[in-house]
């Protein structure tokens, strides 16, 4: 789904069992937050957390970036009653967990339409079942389908590996052909890519090498599961200042009278094409984009 685009190189999960947590957000320097109804929340304990984070959302305490709201599936006791609730708490986009394929989004999808929800409610799909593997592609076309509201790919990292059996190695050698895959998917389909978690939040030095490995990869950002990992991961998915000078020389480059025609140019002794051009924009412009949400 085409929208404007979003800073998320930092995505809180926040749990809606949590209020003291859930406080806490508005001073938190993170791109994004989800609020969640699934997995942080125990069975008996999800109805009482639904009803928390919905009088929680409107009041003056809600948090003013991008807010998601993870659900229960669907095909759970709590999934009818979570998407319904959580359309009326206004967020910015309702994750879905367990896809396992396009079925489960376009269901969410009538589903909403039926509550003639703003087509501003983005849905956003984890990633974290074998089938959800197998079926990157259907899944990612989705993006390119504005009715379908699916913006977003998010890597659930931890249920992968347990339905597969794969080892959650620190370099996560075994995980990386899979991720790697989603990020090919994401971009075929015009849509965001959000790593999965990293679950030793005490070890910073090892979840800002995730967070570098995870860029590499190419993903947009990094789901966390605690505060002390905003800055890392901010800082490790922002335009270096190396790479925003490179990209501002580029565009300098192309723009001299000379070279406004050109397909390709050398600069500093490389063979620079306009597809250098176009990626050096984007850093520009995602670079002041953090320019203005720090100010």
């Not at 609020?35 to 009088?55: C, G, Q, S």
């Not at 703003?118 to 989705?142: Q, Y």
């Not at 002390?228 to 998915?237: D, L, R, T, W």
């Not at 990209?247 to 597809?275: C, H, K, W, Y």
Request: one cysteine or more.
């Amino acid at each position: 789904m085409q929208e404007k685009p979003h800073l998320r190189r930092s995505v809180l999960y926040v749990p809606a069992s949590n209020e003291k947590a859930m406080r806490k957000c508005a001073s938190l320097a993170c791109d994004a937050v989800i609020f969640d109804l699934e997995d942080a929340v125990a069975p008996e304990e999800k109805p009482a957390a639904r009803e928390r984070l919905r009088a929680f959302l409107a009041s003056e305490e809600r948090p003013r970036m991008e807010v998601a709201v993870r659900i229960n599936a669907l095909s759970s006791e709590w999934g009818t009653e979570d998407l319904l609730a959580a359309r009326a708490m206004r967020p910015d986009a309702i994750l879905l967990p367990k896809v396992d394929g396009p079925k489960d989004v376009l269901e969410a999808d009538a589903a909403l339409d039926e509550t003639d929800a703003p087509r501003s409610l983005a849905l956003w799909a984890m990633i974290e079942t074998p089938r959800s593997i197998l079926n990157l592609g259907p899944i990612a076309e989705l993006g390119r389908d504005p009715a379908a509201r699916l913006s977003c790919l998010v890597a659930g990292t931890n249920d992968l590996a347990k339905d597969t059996g794969i080892a959650l190695t620190p370099d996560r050698r075994y995980l990386a052909p899979f991720l790697l895959q989603m990020v090919m998917a994401a971009r075929a389909g015009d849509l965001c890519a959000i790593d999965g978690v990293s679950n030793d939040f005490r070890d910073l030095e090892a979840f800002e090498r995730s967070c570098t490995e995870a860029r590499a990869m190419g993903f947009d950002g990094k789901t966390l599961i605690h505060p002390a990992q905003i800055g890392p991961a901010n800082a490790v998915f922002a335009p270096s200042a190396e790479a925003l000078a490179q990209a501002e020389a580029v565009v300098e480059a192309f723009d001299r009278p000379e070279n406004r025609g050109r397909g390709v140019i050398s600069l500093d002794g490389r063979m620079v094409e306009r597809l250098h051009l176009e990626m050096a924009r984007r850093i520009i412009a995602r670079a002041h984009t953090i320019r203005e949400k720090d100010q």
